[in-house]
């Protein structure tokens, strides 16, 4: 029992240690930075992601019938675990391609979280995918 209240504090010192280097919201697992030292890094880097996007992007067969380009903005978190979360549309096009926009950034790998001091933390990410006919 003794146990569990100490390290109820210690997380709680550690959460408000972490609002204090630079928050941008908070959720019931991390603060979320949109600043930090070091960015999170794609798998295989900034080529790595390219590679994948060429590969692995499917111009949905609505917007090519409809001949929808344009460039989806896609939000999301890279925790501080590497993993990707709370992926949104923050601007669109439509006609499928807001979910494969999506669809891409879900499926993307394990990113190098960013730092901030040398300590990986959740950093807020905005990547732009385009879509040209």
Known sequence: ???????KLLCMMLVAMAWMINPVETNAQE??????DEMPVPPGGIEGLTDYMIKNLKYPKQARKAGIEGKVLVSFVVKSDGTVSAIEVTQ??????DAEAVRMVENSGVWTPGKQGGVAVATQMVLPIQFKL
């Open 1 to 7: 029992m003794k146990n569990q209240a100490v390290s």
């Open 31 to 36: 603060t979320v930075h949109d600043s930090v």
């Open 92 to 97: 669109g096009i439509g006609g499928g391609c």
